[in-house]
Structures are given as structure tokens and as C-alpha cells.
């Protein structure tokens, strides 16, 4: 990815990077200043948040009028068709503002020639890995248990790549509206992490409609989206992020057959049930609102810095 401040700067840089991290760089001795912030950054702003979030919100609504969503279950009837319509134009958004802005998408942490590479897969084995420790923890406690097998033969294979498909459509939406374009923009204005702590918590503000969610689980959501942002940070790509999603909600809705904000998915692999206090197995919120889930987070963050100890991401875009 061509670095943002221009062919001369990635130069004279480019020993300093791994070939399998963005071209990020960020061993500059001092922090760029703010750009201006003037009409023409506002406008396109706007337009992208017009094109990401407005038109597909109106085509949401539209749909729920004509009944074709059910806030009672979790199907992938449901779930991906609408959120392939959200990806479409997330992604329609940030191709539209990379022509405006001339561009690549990998300024946007988005390197479309390393789309599901190592980075994307390795970031899946994490996802599953830190759901299935929040279990392993309820389970050693004695708040988890598994019930039954509900489905065998060729369901398994049909279900568990539906489930797939689909999460991968959640994830690529949430984090490019939430941790791409946006991401940049504002780390453009007010350094990176006074951006992630904003976007976080405004990623936390747009789950609050989810039905089933308790004030543990909001919280997680925001300190997920901050977990998210030192991925972001420290990989310089969203591909590790987006694996990890995708690879975190399978595991919790289709894998173990948990409650994901209250709602089971519809061709689950597993029957399970947690017994005890909400704050301690998550209630309706499911496992991502347990209290066991904050302290998995927190030693994902610390095995994130032990795996990638250099800031590849830049704290100030130019």
C-alpha cells in the first residue's frame, strides 16, 4: 500500500516494514499537524456517511414494514440478505471517497490484494479461540454445560457455512462503518486513539437496540471495539479484525449454540445452557455479556501486544 505521504516517504521506509504488515508506517520522529478541517472534508464526510449508513437504513426500514424480519429468532434467512445489501454499500462508500480523495482503500487499512490471506485466518483462529475461553471459564465454574448435539450428517457442513457466510457479511459491514473510512478520517483530526475511543463507543451506542442486551454486554461491545482498534493499530489492516468477527460470532451463535443478544441462531451445531447470575454467565446477552468476557479481553489485548509489539498503523494520517 502506497504510503499516505507520498512514494519519496515509502522509500525510505520500506526496510523498516514486514512484508506481511500494510505499509503503515509509523517511525516518524514527530506527529504530523492536524490538516484543516474545511468544507470539502465535511462533504465528503457526509457523502460517505450518506452512501454507508443513510441509503441502506432506508431500505432496512422498508423491509421491516413489509415484514420481512422476525426480532423473535436469529435465522440466516434473516441476517444475510440484509446485511450483504450493508456490505454492498459500505463498501460502495469507501471506493467512492478513495476516487474523491485519490486514494488506494489500503489508506483505509481495507489492501484488497491481501483479502482473506494470512492475516484474515490467523485473526479467525483468535476469534474462536478467545469465545471458546470465556466458556471454558464458565464451564470450569460450573455455569456451562452442554446439552445435546442438534445437528449431524450433512446439516453440519450446510449450517456451519450458511452461519459462515453470514457472519463474514456482519463482520466486513461493522468493520469497515466502524474501524475503516471512518477510522482514518478521524485519526486524521484528532490523533488514533481519541478516534477509537469515540467510534467504540459509538459502536457500543448502535448495539443498544439489540434485543436481549444488558448494560454488561453494551459495555463489552465498547471494550471489543477498543480491542478491534489495537488490532487495527498494531496488524495496520482490518483483515485480522474482520477474521477474528466473523470467527467470534460463529463460534457463539452456530458452534456452541449460545444466545447472541438474546436471540439462538435457527441450525445450530450445539445445545447449551448456562446456569447463575446474568453478570456472571452473560443472561440474555450470552456469553459476551459475562463478566468473564471483560477479563478475556483484557488478556487479548495483552497477548495482542506480545504478537505485534510495533505500531504499523499511523497515529496521525496525512
Given amino acids: 500500500m502506497p504510503d499516505a505521504s507520498g512514494p519519496h516517504h515509502s522509500e525510505l521506509l520500506k526496510d523498516q516494514v514486514s512484508p506481511d504488515d500494510s505499509n503503515w508506517v509509523n517511525d516518524v520522529p514527530s506527529v504530523p499537524p492536524s490538516p484543516p478541517w474545511g468544507r470539502v472534508d465535511r462533504i465528503r464526510l457526509f457523502t460517505w456517511v450518506g452512501i454507508a449508513f443513510a441509503t441502506p437504513a432506508v431500505l432496512v426500514f422498508g423491509f421491516h414494514l413489509g415484514g420481512g424480519l422476525n426480532s423473535s429468532e436469529l435465522t440466516v434467512q434473516g441476517e444475510l440478505p440484509l446485511k450483504a445489501v450493508m456490505v454492498f454499500f459500505v463498501v460502495l462508500a469507501s471506493w467512492v471517497v478513495s476516487r474523491i480523495e485519490k486514494r488506494p482503500l489500503d489508506d483505509y487499512g481495507i489492501p484488497v490484494r491481501r483479502a482473506f490471506g494470512a492475516r484474515f485466518w490467523e485473526g479467525a483462529l483468535w476469534g474462536f479461540a478467545m469465545l471458546s475461553a470465556i466458556l471454558l471459564a464458565l464451564w470450569v465454574s460450573g455455569h456451562f454445560q452442554i446439552d445435546s448435539v442438534a445437528l449431524t450428517g450433512k446439516g453440519v457442513l450446510r449450517w456451519g457455512l450458511a452461519w459462515g457466510v453470514t457472519f463474514l457479511a456482519v463482520s466486513l459491514n461493522e468493520e469497515l462503518a466502524f474501524r475503516g473510512y471512518w477510522l482514518f478520517t478521524m485519526s486524521r483530526r484528532m490523533r488514533f486513539w481519541p478516534a477509537a475511543f469515540f467510534l467504540s463507543a459509538v459502536f457500543g451506542a448502535a448495539h443498544l437496540g439489540n434485543h436481549g442486551e444488558n448494560i454488561l454486554g453494551i459495555l463489552?461491545?465498547?471494550?471489543?471495539?477498543?480491542?478491534?482498534?489495537?488490532?487495527?493499530?498494531?496488524?495496520?489492516?482490518?483483515?485480522?479484525?474482520?477474521?477474528?468477527?466473523?470467527?467470534?460470532?460463529?463460534?457463539?451463535?452456530?458452534?456452541?449454540?449460545?444466545?447472541?443478544?438474546?436471540?439462538?441462531?435457527?441450525?445450530r451445531l450445539l445445545n447449551t445452557s448456562v446456569h447463575g447470575p446474568n453478570w456472571l454467565t452473560g443472561g440474555s446477552a450470552g456469553p459476551e455479556g459475562s463478566i468473564f468476557a471483560m477479563l478475556i479481553l483484557l488478556l487479548c489485548a495483552a497477548l495482542i501486544h506480545l504478537r505485534f509489539p510495533k505500531a504499523i498503523y499511523p497515529d496521525r494520517p496525512v
Fill in 220 to 267: 463489552q461491545v465498547v471494550a471489543t471495539g477498543l480491542l478491534f482498534c489495537l488490532m487495527i493499530r498494531r496488524t495496520g489492516t482490518l483483515w485480522f479484525v474482520i477474521g477474528f468477527h466473523a470467527a467470534w460470532d460463529w463460534a457463539e451463535t452456530f458452534f456452541y449454540g449460545t444466545p447472541d443478544s438474546g436471540l439462538l441462531g435457527v441450525g
